[in-house]
């Protein structure tokens, strides 16, 4: 005789849907780099201009809590994924309430973030996230590794992005998508970081958001 326990069941369906989100996340973040390998980092005031350019998503720079749940905001998320830099938002904090209030909320694509608190957190709310690394040294680019390997981020953002020499480096060592960026302001420049293997590159000048 086979007993069915509703708990046990419960708790498999649980697993089964979280580990269908992860793989989701991780196919349709690498979907959406593929469609075109230019990120739009914009200005609140400039959303909607990224929105309207050929950059497969947006990563918002700043911006005021509030300014999130206009309906303008709110409509342009829905035309093309945006992406939210948590560090930089006004009222926003880097722990799990916050992650839920986007998820919940704000609904974003996703997150960037250098805080590894904030990564884990908004994983478990179901957003993707992007971690941010800053590249000064060896040292640096060995404790990146390390939190990133521990935080399983959906994709990574290396700063600066003027130094595409270490992007096979971390390809090699994580796996992950590797977003540019950081002090890259010409075409040659995007094209440097593509040839080292950069998945896409994240622009801040808008100049080139339609390369």
Same mark, same amino acid.
């Given at each position: 005789?086979?007993?069915?326990?509703?708990?046990?069941?419960?708790?498999?369906?649980?697993?089964?849907?979280?580990?269908?989100?992860?793989?989701?996340?991780?196919?349709?973040?690498?979907?959406?780099?593929?469609?075109?390998?230019?990120?739009?980092?914009?200005?609140?005031?400039?959303?909607?201009?990224?929105?309207?350019?050929?950059?497969?998503?947006?990563?918002?720079?700043?911006?005021?809590?509030?300014?999130?749940?206009?309906?303008?905001?709110?409509?342009?998320?829905?035309?093309?994924?945006?992406?939210?830099?948590?560090?930089?938002?006004?009222?926003?904090?880097?722990?799990?309430?916050?992650?839920?209030?986007?998820?919940?909320?704000?609904?974003?694509?996703?997150?960037?973030?250098?805080?590894?608190?904030? @990564?884990? !957190?908004?994983?478990?709310?179901?957003? %993707?996230? #992007?971690?941010?690394?800053? /590249? &000064?040294? $060896?040292?640096?680019?060995?404790?990146?590794?390390?939190?990133?390997?521990?935080?399983?981020?959906?994709?990574?953002?290396?700063?600066?992005?003027?130094?595409?020499?270490? @992007?096979? !480096?971390?390809?090699?060592?994580?796996? %992950?998508? #590797?977003?540019?960026?950081? /002090? &890259?302001? $010409?075409?040659?420049?995007?094209?440097?970081?593509?040839?080292?293997?950069?998945?896409?590159?994240?622009?801040?000048?808008?100049?080139?958001?339609?390369?």
């Amino acid at each position: 005789m086979c007993y069915y326990d509703p708990l046990l069941f419960i708790i498999w369906l649980t697993m089964l849907d979280a580990t269908m989100k992860e793989e989701g996340s991780h196919m349709n973040i690498r979907e959406m780099l593929q469609t075109h390998p230019i990120i739009a980092a914009a200005e609140h005031d400039h959303v909607a201009l990224a929105v309207r350019s050929k950059a497969c998503a947006v990563l918002l720079m700043h911006g005021k809590i509030t300014s999130l749940l206009e309906t303008e905001f709110q409509e342009l998320r829905k035309q093309k994924p945006v992406f939210i830099h948590t560090d930089l938002v006004k009222g926003l904090s880097n722990d799990k309430e916050a992650a839920a209030f986007l998820a919940g909320h704000v609904q974003p694509a996703g997150i960037v973030s250098t805080k590894s608190a904030t @990564i884990r !957190a908004a994983k478990k709310e179901g957003l %993707l996230t #992007i971690q941010r690394v800053f /590249l &000064i040294d $060896t040292g640096s680019f060995q404790t990146a590794i390390r939190s990133i390997k521990e935080n399983e981020p959906d994709a990574i953002e290396i700063m600066p992005g003027i130094a595409p020499s270490i @992007i096979p !480096a971390f390809q090699e060592q994580t796996g %992950l998508p #590797i977003i540019a960026a950081g /002090l &890259i302001s $010409t075409p040659e420049q995007v094209e440097e970081a593509m040839k080292a293997g950069a998945d896409a590159v994240s622009l801040s000048r808008s100049e080139l958001w339609n390369l």
